[in-house]
């Protein structure tokens, strides 16, 4: 009888399906980590290991940030106003009561920062002006995003079962209908 007669078990690992609003960070890749390790050790004890992957496309984050996109575009107005920061002088005042050594008023406050429209947040990410148009239909997010997680995990070696690999909206039927059950 061979080492892999004797050990025929299963083992199964899963992680909370990154959300896929935008690229994949060291957060995800940490957190895997964890995963990745113990799936190839119960591999290495003969085990057979399953690692199934999806990526969570659902809710309203992403139909959020298409419309806000769509609404930019149609108005123009794809750059953030940020307030002109002026200097603040400090006065100092006499303290009577101390032998005359400055005291500093209050500091006045900077004005807060205006956070930064949907579009300057995809450019940031990288992606070409020409192309940024196409993220105004929430479906285009989902064409995007996530095949470019899938590379980067499989770069980063990562050792799911990709044949498994789905989405989690209306989009996909399979998934979407298992959910509605």
Not at 9 to 32: E, I, Q, R, V
Not at 128 to 142: M, S, T, V
């Amino acid at each position: 009888m061979t080492f892999e007669e004797k050990n025929n078990s299963k083992y199964m690992c899963t992680f909370p399906y990154p959300y896929m609003n935008g690229y994949l960070h060291l957060g995800h890749a940490f957190s895997m980590s964890k995963c990745e390790f113990q799936i190839r050790y119960q591999r290495q004890k003969g085990k057979r290991g399953l690692w199934p992957f999806a990526f969570h496309c659902t809710g309203m984050p992403i139909q959020a940030a298409a419309n806000r996109l769509k609404r930019e575009i149609e108005t123009g107005k794809t750059k953030s106003e940020q307030p002109k920061v002026e200097e603040v002088k400090e006065e100092k005042k006499e303290d009577t009561k101390k032998g005359g050594k400055g005291k500093k008023d209050a500091k006045a406050k900077a004005p807060a920062k205006v956070p930064p429209t949907q579009y300057e947040i995809l450019v940031q990410l990288g992606i070409a002006e020409e192309e940024i148009p196409k993220f105004k239909d929430a479906k285009y997010w989902l064409e995007y995003f996530p095949p470019k997680g899938q590379q980067d995990l499989k770069d980063f070696g990562i050792s799911a079962d990709w044949r498994r690999s789905f989405i989690t909206t209306s989009v996909n039927p399979y998934y979407n209908s298992f959910i509605e059950w």
